[in-house]
């Protein structure tokens, strides 16, 4: 296949001869670096049209030029067949165009409702019409399966429930193009199907989706059309009939799509993680991590496999010292109960958060200072009692030249980078001073093809030097070839064990959702909770 910008002559989905959303000639300069050159896009209305390509290519800044969040320097946007100028999000919107971010943009302190209305409240007279929202709201829910409630604070629901009501927010505005960047990252098989339905639904009516996925396979799936970006270009628009995703990542990457799997156990019989009767409790008292007994010996891998909200971002904080728990977390014979965080990390824990943004970085800092965070007691960080400035900064460079961290500088701001490339630079923060135990929740959510094989080869090479690692993840591709071990997790309980040789991500997604907790589906009874773990998926409310 030709890397030369190109287009395909043959068009899916729907024909109509005005495009919902056209690009010409959209280049956009940041100091030390082109984000976009000369790129061109055209998406036909009803249409999925998914846009693929490695960190930094500039597909963040393209849709921030389409929301309006930026302005580029050259080029032309139409909509709809007429020239546009957005100066604000808000003039996209005006236009039909509504974007559910990577990082969601919603108040944890009020409820889905208000998160939605908030600045669209809706008025009958001088009143605000709550009780119209609230039906617009499920409506739109029922309509297109998004099963939103209401109700809730957005601090209590899970991020696949976040994400959820981000997109019903869009609808709630009334666009006709979304623009949804990675919205399969947090989802299990079942549920990404669900959303891929609702995405019939929206096309069925007319409406255009702009799809940004690393998951190569569901691109494959879902799109219409694929625009391929490489290094802020345009390499080629394609259907996909014509590639596999084998070329699909040669086009971005110019290299193999990845696998996860590991060739060669290293598990030993030396613990290094004991978890006895770990209990996590809400504000209200009831369990969202409900005794909880595993162990993880040095070079292994457990994997924990659950759906978005099940108590696994939890657990990881308890055994991390960030939330209160109940029982006893054992680090090679060490009680960390009552332990603070900092003298966890020191004994040895590693975390990658789950949220990079709200848990892993200092967004207006550079990216030395990032490399500080959490380890700032340490060397190299520290000498003494005092910053070791060079020290930091020389590490620092290492981190970006051996997790391939594209910047311009190690003195940008980390909120300068993409998703991607900042969760490369916390994953080698964390893989940094030789931890004993990693707690890895999503080490490679957000990240292209290249880059996660890399985090991989990092991790393999890390479990081989004796690593012991508590693996939290999405990908059950991922989470099935990286893991020595499996445990489902279902409201807030470890419900299941899984042979990670002969389980299937469907499998895994049977067993997540309480339908294959009894082993039916390849997911073997845990033996913690063998009589109750499908009556918690039906009666437990925590």
Known sequence: ??????????????????????????????????????????VAR??????????????????????????????????????????????????????????????????????????????????????????????????YGLDVDPDPLVEDLGVGERQRVEILKVLYRGARTLILDEPTAVLVPQEVDELF???????????????ISHKLDEVLKVADEITVIRRGTTVRTVLPSEVTPRKLAELMVGSELPSPQTSESTVTDRPVLEVKGLTVRD??????????????HAGEVLGIAGVEGNGQAELVEAIMGIRPAEGSVVLEGRDLVGVPTRERRTAGVAFIPEDRIRQGLLLESPLWENRMLGHQTSPPNARGPLVNRRGARADTERIVRDYDVRTPSIDVTASALSGGNQQKLIVGREMSGSPRLLLAAHPTRGVDVGAQAA?????????????????????????????????????????????????????????????????ATGAKPGTAHDTDGAAAAEGSDA
């Open 455 to 519: 985090i991989w080869d990092h991790l393999r090479r890390a479990r081989a030097e004796g690593l012991a690692v508590l693996l939290i993840s999405a990908d059950l591709d991922e989470l099935i070839g990286l893991s020595d071990s499996l445990k489902v997790i279902l409201r807030g309980r470890l419900v299941a064990d899984a042979d990670p040789a002969t389980v299937t991500p469907e499998d895994l997604g049977s067993a997540m959702t309480g339908a294959g907790a009894t082993g």
């Open 1 to 42: 296949m030709s890397e030369h910008p190109e287009r395909s002559t043959t068009t899916a989905g729907p024909a109509t001869t005005v495009p919902a959303v056209e690009l010409n000639g959209i280049t956009k300069r940041f100091p030390g670096v082109v984000a976009n050159s000369d790129v061109t896009l055209k």
């Open 197 to 211: 339905d609702a995405l019939q639904e929206l096309k069925a009516e007319g409406l255009t989706v702009i799809f």
């Open 283 to 296: 504000r209200e008292g009831r369990p969202v991590v409900d005794d909880v007994t595993l162990t993880i």
């Open 46 to 143: 009803g249409t999925v049209h998914a846009i693929v390509g490695e960190n930094g290519a500039g597909k963040s800044t393209l849709m921030k030029i389409l929301y309006g969040m930026q302005r580029p320097d050259e080029g032309t946007i139409e909509v709809d067949g007429a020239p546009v100028a957005f100066h604000t999000p808000a003039d996209a919107i005006k236009a039909g165009i509504g974007m559910v971010h990577q990082h969601f943009k919603l108040a944890d302190n009020l409820t889905v409702l208000e998160n939605v209305v908030l600045g669209s409240e809706p008025r009958r007279g001088w009143r605000l019409d709550i009780e119209g929202a609230r039906q617009k709201i499920v409506e739109i829910s029922d309509r």
